[in-house]
């Protein structure tokens, strides 16, 4: 319902002279009858979106669980799975799924069973409602929004509400301390991560992702934030650092710290309900991953894409795709780097999480800022 | 110092509690004695362990800082004594000393080492319910690693074993 | 059937006769704002009725939602999106993770659930149905949504113009950092310098 | 709350309404606003216990207010068995108090035994086997204890190295005795049988590697950043405090005491070894924050599998042919007396006090389990720290279940 709330709104904000979504482009252009009415469609290009949505955070899902054992295997001399579906063990998390579907459904009986339910769904609604919100290519998208970014922040904010419904509903005193540490955790970091992510906003000028990734074609499609301005790196540092945080990775996994709180708020989940929680996870893994690159990375543009705009496809589906698998490429490569962190360092604590956050994160995002309004201010005023 | 020099040096500052020092002897048939292998220790008064510990741990020439061990031992059921067996240790001058303390069965009781040495509360707890020893003064008299409600003392040579515990059959 | 599911089964019917009612009066956009109303005021509802005081906060998100919801279709997005982020994000995790930490205390809230909702409950299906049964007609339907568009960069123009909100601006600023080191030192532990550390580390021999 | 029975006797955990240490050491105070502690039982089943140990945790939010270990969850009756059975037949059953580090067990029974018997006389050679051996496993426990540790502290990846490197010792271990975990190898009178063709050069080959890899896990692990962080300054224990607890092995000489029994009070050939120059003791030096903490406890470990590896080496140059077994006879026999003999572990002091009254069956065998006594210091360490120092606390003391409830 989240979903189609947050989509309801986008397709709502659809207005008829520029962008409309391309799934209701879609569905007009289909030979329909008459008397289907336009809210018709428009709930029809919702449900369509949704869809989408769910397979490609399935998806996403899939992929990375597979490249996170993949990558943890090879990280830990090992080779991680191997036989499943034959080739490296590619099907090994379908066989996962199809296990955890399977997997009886269990509701501890001191649990306060209606939040106990709703929690992983309200997880997964709001990574999608944040992934709704990225644009997937420059005429691909499911919204076109102007505060992109700012959506995608305050959508995903709810994940921490359904992580402390978890860790409430659970009954249990360890998911109560993960839900505990996530409530403290996110509300520490969502500042850094929000003051670090308005040095690329002032950089650029926009809280739109795709005018955002077009700001950044110049030099042969390499003109990207964090080459034009000096505190973007610094602000990229930071804001990968809470975007760790954010995603509950290591070495900021405390709210599930499976050797300190058993595994947390996820203690009494099983089967296909913590695979929700899973599929969140690694979804915005990729969503922060995505909003990185689209904001200090160039998002779609690198020479691949300006080569292709030089041929003069652009607009065609060819121009799409590499659009797509540029971005998709540049966030998996963000999602590797997180799971070679996390393969990497041991997990600080809550007391050091909260300093860091506050007293070391927050001011330099905010001296970063300050920094890269001087420079804009030195490039653009004085020097003009 | 070697074990010799340690009993020489408690009985020379006339130590409270030190009753004998028993070496390891070869045996002899016409005393009947089966002989002793092993290593040699000192026979202590019970009553008297915490002062004896506390002058073995603070005399400088002595000097042993550690508990490594404290434990009971029931030689056999027709005996009437238990034997309370304390292992020091002194990390200065790299040296050991057994001590044993005869306890009577009948009065199980003897005061508690944890003031003179913490490393003793678990050992003293595990023969509390092992030997049914009473440390008088313990801080904290539970059990350490039976079940609160288990009856009777297991390590002593008289114990029988419980047929059932808990309605599951132990036969 | 006891209360509580009396409650909730009047509650989804309220949400089933909201949606139909603002779909028949003003097709999808009135469909979406009927949803968005029914989260709004079923989140205050269920906010008001339940006796765990955790779940009573955890409906708040849907009011939230709700009213973001609302804004998004007044056209107004970047409010919306602000709502999300500060009281979702923000307030209400604040908020579970105090009330998380209280111990339940059901008598005091029992009256509230005793008069209050049952009152509000009964008036707001009252007046829907009164509405209903008088016709749609003396609703308010707008013809058209207004187009979103938004407002950041007005809002951030505005605030940083001197001619418009910047006094107001920097002295709410002012405000809020004050009363974020006072709510920090009211917070803080207190230390009390007397008794040396003679049985810190000592316990309990 | 699950209650235990025994719920009135709580004097570990201090009243809720009484002022408390901080980790930083200052005293603090609590505010009027009416709060209660949170009473959370770490285990049976919890990742950082190590095994089925319970920990009755008294936290006041993250910051642990008291701590209660209860034992006995793994409780196997070693010590009546020892009076059960022959003295050759209870040699299995020290493999299973402390399974990471079988040889030493077997070793300090072995030597408990021969103590009582003055005409047994162990061959060099087996000697210098069992050397090898104890080594060895002290090198493969020692592994598991920085492995775990980091996983304590939530870094995986060295747990895996540490068990490949761990394998590597396991296979010898198979090679020459067939077991991989419980060996029973070391007997009551030297070895159980010569090493096969190749197996020393083997384990030279083992030593070769282990000491690059080694390096790797100490920039790895130790050096860490965050490592440091989490465990620097934490679970600080002083030498007064060590002597007190009775700890022995790292626990001891993290907090800087220079103690080592093979050094200080030579069984086998160690004195010898030592005399060689073969190896040193490390002691906790304080070197990322105080003496005795979490960090100096695990990079004693560290430096000591080096140490291990200098014995091991040593011992492959003298290593000459021979017999590795004294005269022993089918069914042991052995003359009255007592004796305490306790050797270093990797885990501290395994003693054995073994008495006999002439018998083929023991009177008394009692085991002094390091890791028993090491966690005693629990109760007085945890409070007034946070919920993630006590997992880094407990890591740090690497405890075997096994052994404490033997």
Redesign the interface.
């Known amino acids: 319902m989240l979903a189609l709330m947050q989509n309801g709104g986008g397709a709502l904000a659809q207005t008829p002279n520029e962008g409309t979504n391309f799934l209701h482009e879609l569905l007009l252009w289909l030979p329909l009858p008459e008397w289907i009415p336009g809210w018709a469609l428009i709930l029809g290009a919702v449900g369509a979106g949704v869809g989408i949505l769910v397979g490609l955070v399935s998806l996403i899902a899939l992929w990375s669980v597979w490249m996170e054992r993949k990558v943890s295997g090879h990280m830990q001399c090992r080779n991680g799975p191997m036989y499943a579906g034959g080739w490296h063990g590619w099907a090994q998390t379908i066989a996962d799924g199809i296990k955890l579907f399977q997997k009886e459904d269990m509701i501890p009986i001191g649990a306060d069973r209606a939040l106990f339910v709703l929690s992983p769904a309200i997880v997964l609604a709001s990574i999608f409602g944040a992934l709704a919100a990225l644009p997937l290519s420059y005429d691909w998208y499911f919204a076109r929004m102007d505060l992109g970014i700012f959506t995608i922040l305050a959508i995903g904010s709810t994940t921490t509400i359904g992580v402390i419904m978890a860790g409430w509903a659970s009954n249990s005193k360890w998911s109560l301390y993960g839900a505990m540490r996530e409530a403290a955790q996110v509300v520490a970091y969502e500042i850094p991560l929000g003051i670090a992510l308005m040095v690329p906003l002032i950089t650029l000028g926009t809280f739109s992702l795709l005018d955002a990734s077009a700001l950044q074609s110049g030099f042969f499609g390499m003109g990207w934030a964090i080459f034009q301005n000096p505190l973007c790196l610094p602000a990229f540092i930071i804001f990968w650092i809470a975007a760790l945080a954010e995603t509950k990775r290591a070495p900021f996994d405390l709210p599930e710290a499976e050797s300190e709180l058993v595994a947390g708020f996820l203690t009494e989940f099983s089967g296909i309900r913590w695979s929700f929680f899973f599929m969140e996870e690694y979804a915005a893994m990729f969503l922060m991953s995505a909003v990185g690159a689209v904001f200090f990375f160039g998002g779609f543009e690198s020479p691949a894409t300006y080569a292709l705009r030089s041929a003069g496809m652009e607009g065609t589906i060819v121009f799409s795709l590499v659009c797509f698998v540029t971005l998709v490429l540049k966030a998996f490569t963000g999602v590797f780097l997180m799971m070679w962190l996390r393969w990497t360092l041991p997990r600080v604590r809550i007391d050091q999480v909260m300093t860091m956050g506050y007293k070391y994160l927050t001011p330099l995002a905010l001296i970063c800022v300050l920094g890269a309004a001087i420079w804009e201010a030195i490039l653009h005023v004085v020097l003009n | 110092m070697d074990f010799q020099a340690i009993a020489d040096h408690l009985s020379v500052a006339q130590v409270p509690g030190l009753l004998s020092v028993e070496l ?1 002897r070869s045996p002899d048939k016409e005393t009947k004695d ?6 040699p ?1 000192l026979c202590v008064e019970p009553s008297r362990i915490v002062e004896f510990l506390t002058f073995c741990r603070d005399d400088d020439a002595l000097g042993f ?5 404290l ?1 009971a ?4 059921a027709d005996d009437e004594n238990l034997w309370i ?1 304390i ?1 020091l ?1 002194s ?1 200065r001058h ?1 040296q ?1 000393l ?1 001590i044993k303390c005869l306890l009577p069965k009948s009065a199980l009781s003897m005061p508690s080492s ?2 003179v ?3 003793a ?3 003293e707890r595990e023969c509390m319910e ?1 030997y049914g020893v009473t440390f008088e003064d313990h ?11 288990w009856v009777g003392y ?2 002593r040579k008289d114990y029988e074993f419980p047929k059932e515990y808990h309605g599951i059959s132990c036969e | 059937m006891n209360s509580n599911q009396l409650f909730y089964g009047a509650l989804g019917l309220a949400g089933a006769g909201a949606m139909g009612a603002g779909m028949v009066a003003a097709g999808g956009p009135g469909l979406a704002f009927g949803f968005c109303a029914y989260l709004t005021l079923g989140g205050a509802a269920v906010c008001i009725w339940e006796q765990s005081i955790v779940r009573s906060a955890f409906s708040l998100m849907g009011t939230f939602l709700g009213v973001a919801g609302l804004f998004v279709l007044l056209g107004s997005d970047f409010l919306a999106m602000a709502q999300i982020l500060i009281y979702v994000g923000g307030i209400l995790a604040l908020l579970l993770f105090g009330v998380m930490l209280s111990p339940p205390d059901n008598n005091e809230r029992s009256l509230a659930r005793v008069g209050g909702t049952t009152v509000m409950i009964g008036a707001g299906v009252a007046f829907i149905v009164a509405q209903i049964s008088g016709g749609v007609a003396g609703w308010l339907v707008a013809d058209q949504l207004p187009e979103p568009n938004s407002q950041a960069r007005a809002i951030g123009l505005a605030f940083l113009d001197p001619k418009q909100y910047v006094v107001a601006f920097e002295l709410a600023a002012y405000l809020l950092t004050v009363a974020l080191v006072a709510a920090v030192y009211i917070a803080r532990r207190r230390r009390a310098d007397f008794e040396p550390e003679s049985e810190a580390q000592g316990g309990q021999s | 709350m699950t209650s235990p029975p025994q719920a009135e006797h709580k004097p570990s955990i201090r009243p809720a309404d009484e002022a408390r240490t901080l980790p930083s050491g200052e005293r603090e105070f609590f505010m009027d606003v009416a709060t209660s502690d949170l009473e959370v039982n770490m285990g049976p089943q919890h990742p950082a216990t190590h095994g089925v140990m319970r920990v009755l945790l008294r936290t006041d939010g993250e910051l642990v207010t008291g701590a209660q270990p209860h034992l006995g969850y793994l409780h196997r009756c070693a010590e009546k068995i020892g009076e059960s059975v022959e003295w050759l037949q209870y040699l299995p059953y020290t493999d299973r108090y402390d399974y990471l580090s079988a040889m030493n067990n077997n070793l300090s029974y072995s030597l408990a035994v021969e103590a009582l018997m003055p005409e047994l006389e162990i061959p060099r050679r087996g000697t210098m086997i069992r050397m090898i051996c104890a080594e060895l496993n002290r090198i493969a426990s020692h592994l598991v204890a920085f492995g775990t540790y980091g996983l304590d502290i939530g870094a995986f990846t060295p747990f895996f190295y540490a068990f490949r490197e761990r394998e590597w010792i396991q296979a010898l271990f198979e090679k020459i005795c067939g077991a991989r975990l419980t060996y029973s190898y070391i007997r009551i009178g030297g070895v159980f049988n010569d090493t096969p063709p190749g197996w020393l050069q083997e384990v030279a080959d083992f030593c070769d590697v282990f000491e690059e890899k080694w390096q790797e896990y100490y920039d790895l692990l130790i050096e860490n950043h965050i490592f440091v962080q989490r465990t620097a300054n934490v679970g600080v224990i002083s030498e007064e405090m060590a002597y007190d607890f009775g700890l022995t092995g790292p626990m001891l000489r993290g907090s800087g005491v220079d103690f080592d029994l093979r050094r200080d009070m030579p069984y086998l050939e160690y004195g010898e070894a030592h005399d060689a120059g073969a190896f040193k003791v490390p002691i906790g030096t304080g070197e990322k924050g105080t003496v005795g903490d979490c960090w100096d406890r695990t990079q004693v470990r560290m430096v000591e599998m080096m140490e291990s590896l200098g014995l091991v080496r040593w011992c492959l140059e003298q290593i000459e042919p021979g017999p590795v077994i004294g005269d022993v006879p089918r069914v042991i026999k052995v003359p009255p007396g007592e004796a305490y003999v306790g050797i270093e572990n990797p885990r501290g002091e395994l003693g054995h006090y073994m008495h006999s009254d002439g018998g083929k069956i023991a009177t008394r065998c009692r085991v002094r389990a390091p890791s028993f006594v090491n966690l005693a210091v629990l109760e007085d360490l945890m409070p007034g720290t946070l919920l993630a120092d006590s997992v880094a606390i407990i890591g740090s003391t690497d405890i075997v279940i096994g052994e404490t409830d033997r």
């Open positions: 390891p089966k002989g002793r292998s092993g290593l220790y800082e550690v508990l490594v061990d434990t031992s029931d030689p056999s067996l292992q240790l990390v790299r050991r057994g944890t003031k040495y913490r490393a509360q678990w050992h092992m801080p904290d008299p539970r059990n350490m690693l039976l079940p609160d409600d297991p390590m």
